[in-house]
């Protein structure tokens, strides 16, 4: 296995993922926070924070930090999520050490010049702008927000404008020393990598970073339930689902089935049904995102405001069909389309890092590639069809609409049609 775990004294975890003949390497910090560890008032502050870092250190201005890794022809990046927020790089294989040397740069030396920050407040405003432009992404903001009301889990990950524009130099600097603490972080590397080279890095670029304090996330509790936004747009984009399961849950593989044979593919029942039989929408496809401690199973569609609730109705019918005649051919489908993602994965130096870095933040080790497929084949068609059925049996549904007029989401119908098919 090419895979190997070492555990620093300070708690922080370096995993690699060696590759054999290839000359470049993908390597991260992964930070165990995110959007859900933030309370109201500092909501966006990780997005904000993940911006920040790239803007200067004791030893190197924002410009130096990009030019050092593209003088050597590499790139360097960050994300945040709802649980996690990761900077990566992805260098030739002599320049680990660089990419190394920059990431504990920005994670453990960044000054936050209130000049850079008020110019950074002003590029995240225009990127919250920018969302807020694109319904097709707004909706799963607004599905989120409804299915998980009034808590962490449910805020946006980019937060307010009014919430980023209030946002302080000491604010950064308290919520970094709370969070980014060495137990917290996973340095994760794959492709032309030396473990044992990475791990001297590790110890000494983050030497005397100390431990957390035992800080635990507020748990999701999901709600469900309607919410509409009238917009200036030519499309109902409509997204209906209910609570999924956490990646821990001895169901996760089964919902990761139903959710691609219901509406992974070009071969997928809605797809087939809702836009090739009756040319109802251009994009349709189901979804479910997991969390630490539960997820979202939804299916996302954009369509004529007038035929909202006919696509949400067959929404519902092809849920139910799932869990009555899924066929052994849609299974086997299914699986055979997740197997070969995950061997497809396996050729990313990029994606091998990220997979193990979140592996070792969600489960604590690395997961084989064999484990996973041994579970995908476990699965038998009766675990996912009352997959289907235990979704409809539980919580109320959630539904998100953004449309052109007051009401075209007809959340009132939507509901009572997922409702119907729910089962007694």
Not at 203 to 230: I, K, M, T, W
Request: charged share 25%; net charge negative.
């Amino acid at each position: 296995m090419s895979i190997e775990v070492t555990r620093l004294d300070n708690g922080m975890s370096v995993a690699t993922d060696a590759i054999d003949g290839v000359e470049s390497a993908a390597v991260g910090v992964w930070v165990d926070v995110g959007a859900r560890d933030e309370p109201a008032e500092l909501n966006g502050i990780s997005h904000l924070l993940e911006h920040m870092a790239f803007k200067g250190t004791e030893r190197r201005d924002a410009r130096t930090i990009a030019q050092e890794i593209e003088d050597v022809g590499g790139h360097v990046n960050a994300y945040t999520s709802r649980e996690h927020t990761a900077y990566y790089a992805r260098v030739l294989k002599d320049d680990v050490p660089l990419a190394v040397d920059v990431l504990a740069d920005i994670l453990r030396n960044s000054v936050f010049d209130e000049d850079e920050l008020e110019r950074e407040r002003w590029v995240v405003m225009q990127e919250i702008a920018q969302v807020l432009d694109t319904p097709d992404d707004l909706i799963f903001d607004l599905f989120q927000e409804r299915a998980f009301p009034d808590q962490p889990m449910g805020r946006s990950i980019l937060g307010t404008s009014e919430r980023v524009e209030g946002f302080r130099r000491d604010s950064l600097v308290d919520f970094m020393g709370r969070y980014y603490t060495a137990d917290s972080m996973v340095l994760a590397a794959a492709g032309g990598v030396d473990h044992d080279a990475a791990v001297r890095l590790a110890e000494d670029r983050f030497a005397g970073l100390g431990r957390s304090n035992g800080h635990v996330a507020e748990p999701a509790a999901y709600g469900g339930g309607a919410v509409e936004r009238q917009d200036d747009v030519e499309q109902l984009h409509l997204v209906a689902g209910f609570a999924g399961v956490g990646f821990d849950d001895r169901h996760y593989h089964a919902v990761q089935l139903l959710a691609n044979a219901l509406g992974g593919g070009m071969s997928s029942r809605l797809f087939q049904e809702v836009r090739e039989t009756r040319g109802l929408a251009y994009a349709i496809y189901a979804f479910h995102s997991p969390f630490v401690d539960g997820g979202l199973f939804g299916v996302y569609a954009g369509c004529a405001a007038e035929d909202g609730a006919e696509v949400a109705g067959l929404i519902a019918d092809e849920l139910v069909r799932a869990g009555e005649d899924l066929d052994a051919d849609e299974l086997e489908r299914a699986r055979t389309q997740l197997k070969a993602g995950l061997l497809m994965a396996r050729e990313s130096t990029a994606s091998r890092c990220e997979t193990l870095a979140r592996q070792m933040l969600v489960f604590g080790r690395p997961v084989p590639q064999r484990e996973a497929v041994e579970k995908l084949d476990a699965v038998g068609l009766a675990d996912v069809r009352d997959c289907a059925l235990r979704l409809l049996a539980g919580p109320a549904p959630t539904v998100a609409t953004i449309g052109p007029e007051p009401g075209v989401g007809q959340y009132d119908r939507i509901a009572e049609r997922l409702n119907r098919a729910r089962p007694c």
